[in-house]
Every structure is written in structure tokens, then in C-alpha cells.
């Protein structure tokens, strides 16, 4: 029999490798090691969830003063302080990055600081020059941020960006219309940032409910967003400090277009990321933006890792093809998470390295459950969305749509024009709540427990046999009687 260094060896440190390699070394006695190449706890922790949670709850804030006065509070808002806010989220990832640390130090398994590379199906090389064998490799590295395929496009930003920004630009052009475009446009402008948004389709969100998604694009603009459907750039250049000064930075500038195609910068620009750039959109406006940040889609991390060469089957954008145990053409090698490009959300990460471990330690075969995972946007409002959107539900069986919009009573008070939306899809023939959809404050918190009934097989009739809690937002979710419409 073969002997191995190591019963399993992770590729990535992010949640779900953390997570596998943790359970696999202490519940199922594994001898362990992973290689990070990066920081510890992977983009959602080092620079996607957490972070952008924390400048969610800092753009919130703006909009306290205004509604605090209709309630007798006399507020005053100061300016919002990058610098500091920016240190303390710092120190806060530098904090969580270190429990990662411990917590796989103190389950027993070896980390390596290194990046690493398949050389066959049982060996990995790290670019420290070590070579190990394991009897199992998982690959867990994730998924990157990717700027479109356009002149230029090395001067915008993407949204791994945005945490080490110097300072917050006084203007920015975000492009995209997916939730991470959507969130970063909410909270930018939240923090006083003007913000203009760009989205080639025809409505934002793609792939959720449309009435939820044309309720969140009607707020935004409401909130100051300058959103454009159906438009996208096709011409961007670095722009001069001295013609942003003239023209303000943000201004529509024709002849800022004209100066900088005769000087050749759309040629060979300048300029370096996050800086001025001069940007030329679809619906032929022109203008200065201080930033642009890409929001168009992420790719997953399969580069120069020897995949294909050891034959590891690859898809179109690089992510690795699985099976419904996540494990890859070569029997010996799997992946979750980002990487396999299924659902790239973090818990699913997690879940997928739980069962990994039940499949392969623990002698429990566990395929992946993907359905009826509950998710949230975090837009202001926040959309939490469960099961299958209107538009899909009806394309696989007759349904009951029961919704209602209306004005909370806390903005309401307050004069200001914010509307919810609470939202069921219903099987005509079983009754099952096929989708619950929720666009609100604390939708996120509030679709994780609705989530658990929709998961369990719900009817209608069970939602309407529970109490309601008033007076709250959510108790609409069980007091909708009459079906809007049946499709």
C-alpha cells in the first residue's frame, strides 16, 4: 500500500477549506495540512462578506439624522471619516484572520504559507519548494473579481479594491447590475459618495423575483443613485488632474473625450487604477468619473494550478466539474466552494466541505443539497429571497402569487417614501410555498427563519395557521389571504 504524507491536503483558506480541514483532522482524526497563498479566511472574510457588511452598517447611518428629527431627536451628522473607519475594519479582519489561524492550529492541522500546485493526482508542490503527498486533495481556492475584456480596463477598480482605498472618491461609475454592483452602489452612496451606475440589461438582479428587483431599482434611484439600464461604456481613458479640476470630476465633458482621443491616452493611457478616468457610455454620454469600479462578474481560481495537465476536466470559465459529492475526473482530487462554480455563496463553501468530509472520512456517502438555499442582498433595502422566483415557478407548474408592498410604519412616520414588499409563490397543487421573497430592512434576518419552513416543505395553509407578530413588517408574511394572481 501506498504511504502519503497526509490523509488529506487543502488547497485554500478560505471558509469552506478551513472548515473541511478542521472536521476531517478533529472529528474523523485526518492527518492534515493546507496551503494558503494569501490571507487566511478567504474572500468572505478577508474581502467580500465581513468587510462589506461593516461599510453596510457604516453607509446606514447617513440616514439616521433625517428620520430621527420626525421623531423629536435633534441629530447633527459630522462627515464621514474614512480613514478611521477604514483602520478599525482593518484591525477587525486582521483579528478574524488570526482565529482562522488558531482554530486550524489548534484541530491539528500543518499550514503552509505557500501557494500550491498539482504535480499528479497524490502530489502538490508549494512555492516554497517543498513537495508532500496526500491520499486525498481538496481544492478549495475560490473565485477572483475579473474586469471585462475592454481598452483600458486596467484603470478601473474591482471589488476587492474598494477595502484598501487610500480615501472614498467623491464620485465613482459602478458597472454591473449583479448584487455585488447593486450593494457597493448602496453603500457608496451611503457614505456621501455620488454614484452613477451602469447595467447593460434590461432590469437589475438578473436570476430574482422581478417584482422584488424593480422595487430595489426604484429605490435606489430614490436614494440618489443615477441608475442607466439597458447601457454600458465603450470607451474609457485616464483623465488629467488638470482637465478633472476644470471640469469638476463628474461633469458630462465632451471635449475632455476629443482631448484625451487627440493626445492618445485612449491609446496608451497614463493613469493607474482608481484614479480619474474618462469614460465614454453606450447612450453617448461622456464624462469624469474618479473612479470606476467593475462589478462584472468573478472567475473562478483554477490558474496555473497543473489541473488540466494531471486531468482534472475544467469548465468554460475555468471551474473545476464535480459530481454531486464534489469529487473531480481524477478520483483522488476534489472541490468545493467558488472553484466548482455551482453556488458561490459562503455557507454553501461550508456545507459542501461538511459533507465532503461525511463522503470521504467518515464512510457516509453525502451527496450536495443545493435546493431552496436562502440568500440576501444586502441593498437598502435588502432583498432575502428563498426558493423559486415568480417568473420560474410558473414555468414548471400552475401558482398562486400572494404579495403586498406598502410603507413601513417606522418610515412611514417619518414622511419618507421607503416601501417593502412581501412575497409568496404558491404550488396550486400541493400548496407548497414554492418561494418566499422579501425586500426590506432586515430581510436577510428575516428569510433565514423563513427559509427553514420553506425548506421543510411549508403549505400555505401552514404559513396562515401561524400567530402573527404585531405590529411588525414580517406578519404580512402570514396574514395574506386572497392570491394577487394565479399563473
Same mark, same amino acid.
Given at each position: 500500500?501506498?504511504?502519503?504524507?497526509?490523509?488529506?491536503?487543502?488547497?485554500?483558506?478560505?471558509?469552506?477549506?478551513?472548515?473541511?480541514?478542521?472536521?476531517?483532522?478533529?472529528?474523523?482524526?485526518?492527518?492534515?495540512?493546507?496551503?494558503?497563498?494569501?490571507?487566511?479566511?478567504?474572500?468572505?472574510? +478577508?474581502?467580500?462578506?465581513?468587510?462589506?457588511?461593516?461599510?453596510?452598517? $457604516?453607509?446606514?447611518? /447617513?440616514?439616521?439624522?433625517?428620520?430621527?428629527?420626525?421623531?423629536?431627536?435633534?441629530?447633527?451628522?459630522?462627515?464621514?471619516?474614512?480613514?478611521?473607519?477604514?483602520?478599525?475594519?482593518?484591525?477587525?479582519?486582521?483579528?478574524?484572520?488570526? *482565529?482562522?489561524?488558531?482554530?486550524?492550529?489548534?484541530?491539528?492541522?500543518?499550514?503552509?504559507? @505557500?501557494?500550491?500546485?498539482?504535480?499528479?493526482?497524490?502530489?502538490?508542490?508549494?512555492?516554497?519548494?517543498?513537495?508532500?503527498?496526500?491520499?486525498?486533495?481538496?481544492?478549495?481556492?475560490?473565485?477572483?473579481?475579473?474586469?471585462?475584456? +475592454?481598452?483600458?480596463?486596467?484603470?478601473?477598480?474591482?471589488?476587492?479594491?474598494?477595502?484598501?482605498?487610500?480615501?472614498?472618491?467623491?464620485?465613482?461609475?459602478?458597472?454591473?447590475?449583479?448584487?455585488?454592483?447593486?450593494?457597493?452602489?448602496? *453603500?457608496?452612496?451611503?457614505?456621501?459618495?455620488?454614484?452613477?451606475?451602469?447595467?447593460?440589461? @434590461?432590469?437589475?438582479?438578473?436570476?430574482?423575483?422581478?417584482?422584488?428587483?424593480?422595487?430595489?431599482?426604484?429605490?435606489?434611484?430614490?436614494?440618489? *443613485?443615477?441608475?442607466?439600464?439597458?447601457?454600458? +461604456?465603450?470607451?474609457?481613458?485616464?483623465?488629467?488632474?488638470?482637465?478633472?479640476?476644470?471640469?469638476?470630476? =463628474?461633469?458630462?465633458?465632451?471635449?475632455?473625450?476629443?482631448?484625451?482621443?487627440?493626445?492618445?491616452?485612449?491609446?496608451?493611457?497614463?493613469?493607474?487604477?482608481?484614479?480619474?478616468?474618462?469614460?465614454?457610455?453606450?447612450?453617448?454620454?461622456?464624462?469624469?468619473?474618479?473612479?470606476?469600479?467593475? $462589478?462584472?462578474?468573478?472567475?473562478?481560481?483554477?490558474?496555473?494550478?497543473?489541473?488540466?495537465?494531471?486531468?482534472?476536466?475544467?469548465?468554460?470559465?475555468?471551474?473545476? $466539474?464535480?459530481?454531486?459529492?464534489?469529487?473531480?475526473?481524477?478520483?483522488?482530487?476534489?472541490?468545493?466552494?467558488?472553484?466548482?462554480?455551482?453556488?458561490?455563496? =459562503?455557507?454553501?463553501?461550508?456545507?459542501?466541505?461538511?459533507?465532503?468530509?461525511?463522503?470521504?472520512?467518515?464512510?457516509?456517502?453525502?451527496?450536495?443539497?443545493?435546493?431552496?438555499?436562502?440568500?440576501?442582498?444586502?441593498?437598502?433595502?435588502?432583498?432575502?429571497?428563498?426558493?423559486? /422566483?415568480?417568473?420560474?415557478?410558473?414555468?414548471?407548474?400552475?401558482?398562486?402569487?400572494?404579495? =403586498?408592498?406598502?410603507?413601513?410604519?417606522? =418610515? @412611514?412616520?417619518?414622511?419618507?417614501?421607503?416601501?417593502?414588499?412581501?412575497?409568496?409563490?404558491?404550488?396550486?397543487?400541493?400548496?407548497?410555498?414554492?418561494?418566499?421573497?422579501?425586500? $426590506?430592512?432586515? @430581510?436577510?434576518?428575516?428569510?433565514?427563519?423563513?427559509?427553514?419552513?420553506?425548506?421543510?416543505?411549508?403549505?400555505?395553509?401552514?404559513?396562515?395557521?401561524?400567530?402573527?407578530?404585531?405590529?411588525?413588517?414580517?406578519?404580512?408574511?402570514?396574514?395574506?389571504?386572497?392570491?394577487?394572481?394565479?399563473?
Amino acid at each position: 500500500m501506498m504511504s502519503f504524507d497526509y490523509d488529506l491536503f487543502v488547497i485554500g483558506g478560505g471558509s469552506g477549506g478551513v472548515r473541511a480541514a478542521r472536521v476531517a483532522a478533529g472529528e474523523a482524526g485526518a492527518k492534515m495540512a493546507l496551503a494558503e497563498a494569501d490571507r487566511y479566511g478567504g474572500t468572505c472574510v +478577508i474581502r467580500g462578506c465581513v468587510p462589506k457588511k461593516l461599510m453596510v452598517f $457604516a453607509s446606514e447611518f /447617513s440616514a439616521l439624522p433625517a428620520e430621527a428629527a420626525a421623531y423629536g431627536w435633534d441629530m447633527s451628522m459630522g462627515a464621514f471619516d474614512w480613514s478611521k473607519f477604514s483602520g478599525h475594519l482593518n484591525s477587525e479582519l486582521d483579528r478574524l484572520e488570526e *482565529i482562522y489561524r488558531s482554530l486550524l492550529k489548534n484541530s491539528g492541522v500543518e499550514t503552509f504559507d @505557500a501557494r500550491a500546485r498539482l504535480k499528479d493526482a497524490h502530489t502538490v508542490e508549494l512555492s516554497t519548494g517543498q513537495t508532500v503527498t496526500a491520499k486525498h486533495i481538496l481544492v478549495a481556492t475560490g473565485g477572483r473579481p475579473v474586469r471585462p475584456d +475592454i481598452p483600458n480596463a486596467h484603470l478601473g477598480i474591482v471589488s476587492d479594491d474598494i477595502f484598501r482605498l487610500p480615501k472614498l472618491p467623491k464620485s465613482v461609475l459602478i458597472i454591473g447590475g449583479g448584487y455585488i454592483a447593486c450593494e457597493f452602489a448602496c *453603500i457608496l452612496n451611503g457614505l456621501g459618495v455620488e454614484v452613477t451606475q451602469y447595467y447593460r440589461g @434590461a432590469q437589475i438582479l438578473r436570476g430574482f423575483d422581478d417584482e422584488a428587483r424593480g422595487l430595489i431599482a426604484e429605490s435606489m434611484r430614490e436614494a440618489g *443613485i443615477n441608475l442607466h439600464l439597458g447601457t454600458n +461604456i465603450i470607451e474609457m481613458a485616464s483623465a488629467s488632474a488638470d482637465t478633472t479640476a476644470s471640469t469638476g470630476g =463628474t461633469g458630462s465633458d465632451a471635449a475632455m473625450g476629443a482631448s484625451a482621443r487627440a493626445s492618445g491616452d485612449l491609446v496608451e493611457p497614463a493613469g493607474k487604477p482608481g484614479g480619474p478616468v474618462w469614460v465614454k457610455a453606450t447612450n453617448g454620454s461622456e464624462r469624469v468619473f474618479d473612479a470606476v469600479l467593475f $462589478a462584472t462578474g468573478r472567475d473562478p481560481n483554477t490558474d496555473d494550478m497543473g489541473l488540466e495537465e494531471i486531468g482534472v476536466q475544467l469548465g468554460r470559465r475555468g471551474e473545476i $466539474a464535480v459530481d454531486a459529492y464534489s469529487q473531480t475526473s481524477v478520483p483522488s482530487i476534489y472541490a468545493i466552494g467558488d472553484v466548482t462554480n455551482r453556488v458561490n455563496l =459562503t455557507p454553501v463553501a461550508i456545507r459542501e466541505g461538511m459533507v465532503f468530509v461525511e463522503t470521504v472520512f467518515k464512510a457516509n456517502p453525502t451527496p450536495v443539497d443545493h435546493d431552496l438555499i436562502p440568500s440576501a442582498v444586502f441593498t437598502q433595502p435588502e432583498l432575502g429571497t428563498v426558493g423559486l /422566483s415568480e417568473e420560474d415557478a410558473r414555468e414548471q407548474e400552475p401558482v398562486e402569487i400572494y404579495c =403586498t408592498s406598502f410603507r413601513p410604519m417606522r =418610515t @412611514a412616520f417619518a414622511g419618507q417614501p421607503d416601501r417593502v414588499l412581501m412575497k409568496l409563490v404558491v404550488s396550486k397543487a400541493s400548496r407548497k410555498v414554492l418561494g418566499c421573497h422579501i425586500v $426590506a430592512p432586515g @430581510a436577510g434576518e428575516m428569510i433565514q427563519l423563513a427559509g427553514v419552513a420553506v425548506k421543510m416543505g411549508a403549505t400555505k395553509e401552514d404559513f396562515d395557521r401561524t400567530v402573527a407578530v404585531h405590529p411588525t413588517m414580517s406578519e404580512e408574511i402570514v396574514t395574506m389571504r386572497t392570491p394577487m394572481r394565479v399563473a
